[in-house]
């Protein structure tokens, strides 16, 4: 697995669980949305992160959401959008630890993730290599202007045009 | 200064061109076409892979057909200038084949584009200030609007504004460019509905409350294809001002909750099916009233911006009699024809809106050359504020012509083939692709409705015939509106040859209803038969005042159905 | 070997141009009269195995093989008309596509 962060591949301090694997005795790791009461008292760890299905009530979170460090949001396909609405909530709820959307994202799909809430970007190798660091720098500079306010990223043509008219 | 500078007051002395991009618009298409360019060239290396390109080729408006690709451009709320008339013209000698296909979308399809040529086409519409963003994909597609906007008699408020509006908050939306599926709003101003609101997964009514401001009312989940449904009332009124937010809620309902299991179950309007009216309305009300909305503080303002492109044109004050046309009306027996059909009454006096039919006797429904691109665009120079409109009966709108010119005009555009005088009637057939060009198609569509154009190629007749909307679908997706035509035919494949379903009483203005079929399905050569048979049992029924679609609604499907099916002269069964 | 109902060619749309190609004997083929027919399952089984190579190496799209009818001159002619639409160009416009380019090249 390759890891997106500002554009470039950076090396993944953090851990993905299996259900059968148990806890380590340190480091950084990310489980599955029932063990992650477990998880989070355990003091050993030096942070506790989820990764959840992009069908997840958001209030399912919200308890944790003080003491989470990372939220994993899974695309089963590049082209199921829900992830994009979780996050979205996910920010809205008061979330503020890394969001992460793992699954065969494109670079084309930076600003879309970036624009509601994600923070990282995994991605299968073989993907991260056939699109190049090079494509996901480029693709977080592709839209420097939006039509949306209130969303992540790219500065909102509304906010400049208001600026322009005074 | 510039003249789209937004501290101007509305502009009453300038040309209604519509809405004109402002620095950060360029900038955006630009923008995106630079990044699209990036798309193609990694495409064309091999670092995407053609599933992973597709969608993103068809949030550009990038299909691949039968014979080649083919790029729909769009016509926002179908306003063109006649400069970027030009433009589409130049587009169409340079890189295609010189012709484009005007659409029922209000969209343009140039048929023969190579993916090499296709971000240089691009940055040729951006020039004009055009694009072919989200014309096609899971995306919120461009938004549509009454043709007549702006000059319809019937009009609470010009929906253009607010379609403008939904355009810029769709782009490139952050959150909603991967739904489950394609995702279709319309906007109607007008007590008549042009626009169709009814079968789009949303629909905006302009409407006033009892206080006198200004709202929305909000259909949701109306739609054709494979399972039409007539959309429903979301929203009884929807202040202006929570327009935005409001359908970022219904959005967002529909990104989490609609179905990704099957396309063909996918739209909002399955969703709105599956949960119940009462119980998505809830849901939205739920996430409208969580929502922060703050973001959609300033929308008031903008939307006073965006309106103030929309004013009214320069007109002369002019009687609303023009002795000049009535004097040609008389002379002339052909031009007083096409003053009798292809002429609507406009709100300004001594004005008029023209149909230019894209609908030759014979012809290809919606088709226009380059050469009568550059004639509309001069036309539009010469008589009408070089202003033009795509209707969604695939025709060309000049909006506001002087009476006193429409002579002129008429002769201009019988010059070029564009003086047919059948707006509305039998020969104004909307007509999809099909398969002599869509990938997807089971049949052709396009010689259908030239075979019915020519049996009906006496005007005289389809004069008496009167008002009556044929609508051609080449497969089950229902692109041509069958549904809704007053005589809906599908074409569909049966036992390895094309065959053609045809259903009666379609309406799609807010009386809206879904054609029944009328039977079994006939092959390509039957079809104008049975139409015609329908059409003569309708004259022969009909009473006064009556149009098609009302004599059916009276006597019902039955009486027609069985005069559909009478035998033809030979003995044969139709 | 497993015989075929008919015989079968490999049609596609080239990638950079959107037009329809054949697979030949030496690659992708314009004119479909060129086009490598296969007469028993093996190797229709190795014409579609040749044509995913090349859609995997991104020089054509939608590889699909296709049902034909051989003319008393070799040529084939597909069964479907969907096909015989794709070879022709569009129906209502006999001066576009296939069609016409054939009409103005050796004159069939
Ligand atoms: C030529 C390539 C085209 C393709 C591949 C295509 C594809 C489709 C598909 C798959 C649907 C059904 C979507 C669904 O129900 O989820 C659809 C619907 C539709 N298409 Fe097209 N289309 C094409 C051309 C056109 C043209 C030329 C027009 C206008 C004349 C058009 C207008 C529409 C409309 C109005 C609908 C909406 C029906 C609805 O509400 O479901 N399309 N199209
Ligand atoms: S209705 Fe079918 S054949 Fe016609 S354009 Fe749509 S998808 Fe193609």
């Given at each position: 697995m390759a890891l997106v962060s500002d554009g470039a591949f950076v090396a993944d301090e953090w851990r993905r669980l299996a259900d059968e694997e148990s806890l380590p005795a340190s480091g950084k790791v990310i489980v599955s949305q029932q063990r992650v009461a477990a998880a989070l008292d355990d003091a050993r760890l030096a942070a506790v992160g989820v990764y959840v299905a992009n069908?997840?009530?958001p209030a399912t979170l919200a308890p944790f959401f003080a003491r989470l460090a990372l939220i994993d949001i899974a695309f089963p396909a590049f082209t199921d959008g829900r992830g994009f609405s979780l996050a979205r909530l996910l920010r809205r709820a008061g979330f503020a630890g890394e969001l992460r959307a793992s699954g065969r994202l494109t670079p084309d799909q930076y600003l879309h993730a970036i624009g509601s809430g994600f923070v990282s970007i995994e991605i299968p190798d073989e993907l991260a290599q056939r699109h190049g660091e090079a494509n996901w720098a480029k693709a977080l500079r592709a839209?420097?202007?939006?039509?949306?306010?209130?969303?992540?990223g790219g500065a909102s043509i509304l906010e400049r045009r208001r600026k322009g008219v005074s | 200064m510039t003249a789209h500078d937004p501290t101007l007051p509305p502009r009453p002395n300038s040309a209604p061109i519509g809405y004109a991009y402002d620095e950060y618009d360029r900038a955006f298409v630009r923008e995106r076409v630079a990044e699209f360019r990036g798309q193609v060239e990694r495409r064309l290396a091999g670092a995407l892979t053609e599933d992973e390109f597709r969608p993103f080729r068809l949030m550009n408006g990038l299909y691949l057909q039968l014979h080649a690709y083919m790029l729909r451009v769009a016509i926002p709320y179908g306003t063109l200038t006649s400069r970027q008339m030009r433009q589409l013209a130049h587009i169409a000698d340079t890189w295609d084949k010189g012709y484009g296909h005007f659409t029922t979308r209000q969209n343009l399809q140039f048929n023969w584009p190579r993916l090499v040529d296709v971000p240089d086409i691009l940055e040729a519409l951006a020039d004009v200030d055009m694009h072919a963003i989200q014309t096609s994909g899971n995306c919120i597609r461009n938004v549509t609007a009454d043709h007549f906007a702006g000059v319809a008699a019937d009009e609470i408020e010009d929906p253009r504004p607010t379609a403008e509006f939904l355009r810029q908050w769709s782009s490139a939306h952050a959150e909603f460019s991967f739904l489950p599926r394609k995702f279709k709003i319309a906007v109607t101003g007008a007590?008549?509905?042009?626009?169709?609101?009814?079968?789009?997964d949303i629909g905006l009514r302009v409407v006033k409350n009892a206080a006198g401001d200004i709202g929305y009312e909000v259909i949701v989940g109306g739609g054709l294809g494979r399972t039409p449904f007539i959309g429903k009332l979301l929203r009884e009124f929807l202040p202006r001002a929570e327009l935005l937010a409001y359908l970022e809620a219904i959005l967002r309902v529909y990104n989490r909750f609609g179905r990704r299991d099957n396309k063909y179950k996918a739209r909002i309007k399955i969703l709105v099916h599956e949960t119940g009216l009462d119980e998505l309305r809830a849901q939205v009300e739920a996430e409208f009233a969580a929502m922060d909305r703050a973001p959609f503080a300033y929308d008031s303002e903008e939307f006073a911006r965006v309106a103030a492109f929309f004013g009214t044109a320069p007109y002369d004050e002019l009687p609303e009699r023009s002795e000049a046309f009535e004097k040609a009306k008389a002379d002339d027996a052909a031009f007083a024809a096409f003053a009798a059909v292809n002429v609507a009454p406009h709100r300004a006096s001594g004005y008029a809106i023209v149909t230019v039919s894209l609908?030759?006797?014979?012809g290809i429904p919606g088709d226009a050359t380059a050469a009568q691109m550059r004639a509309l665009a001069d036309a539009a120079d010469a008589y009408g504020f070089g202003e033009l409109r795509v209707s969604h009966e695939q025709n060309i709108i000049l909006p506001h012509v002087r009476k006193d010119d429409l002579h002129a005009l008429w002769r201009d555009l019988d010059a070029v083939g564009l003086a047919t005088a059948n707006a509305g009637l039998i020969s104004d057939i909307i007509s999809c692709p099909g398969l002599d060009y869509c990938a997807l198609a089971t049949a052709r569509s396009i010689p259908i409705a030239q075979a019915i154009s020519k049996r009906f190629a006496d005007l005289e007749r389809q004069r008496r015939i009167g008002q009556l909307g044929v609508k051609i679908s080449g497969c089950i997706n229902a692109c041509g509106h069958h549904h809704v035509g007053a005589i809906g035919i599908l074409g569909l494949e049966k036992k390895g040859v094309e065959s053609y379903q045809v259903t009666l009483g379609?309406?799609?203005?807010?009386?809206a209803s879904i054609g029944e079929l009328i039977g079994p399905g006939v092959s390509a050569e039957e079809v104008p038969d049975v139409i015609e048979n329908l059409v003569e049992f309708y004259l022969a029924e009909r009473c006064e005042g009556e149009r098609f679609i009302d004599t059916v609604r009276r006597l019902g499907h039955k009486r027609f159905k069985e005069s559909a099916r009478r035998e033809g002269e030979d003995g044969s069964g139709i | 070997m497993a015989a075929l109902r008919h015989p079968q060619i490999v049609i596609a749309s080239d990638l950079a141009q959107g037009d329809v190609v054949v697979l030949g004997a030496a690659g992708w083929e314009?004119?479909?009269?060129r086009a490598k027919i296969a007469y028993d399952g093996e190797a229709a089984a190795a014409l579609k195995a040749a044509a995913d190579a090349e859609v995997a190496a991104n020089r054509v799209v939608d590889a699909y093989l296709v049902d034909v009818a051989i003319a008393a001159d070799g040529a084939p002619t597909p069964l479907h008309f969907r096909e015989q639409f794709r070879f022709a160009g569009p129906s209502v416009r006999p001066d576009l596509g296939k069609q016409a380019e054939r009409r103005e090249g050796d004159g069939r």
């Open positions: 069908t997840t009530e839209r420097s202007l939006s039509y949306q306010r209130g969303h992540a | 007590e008549h509905d042009r626009a169709a609101v009814k079968v789009h609908k030759p006797i014979g379609g309406d799609p203005t807010l009386d | 314009r004119d479909h009269l």
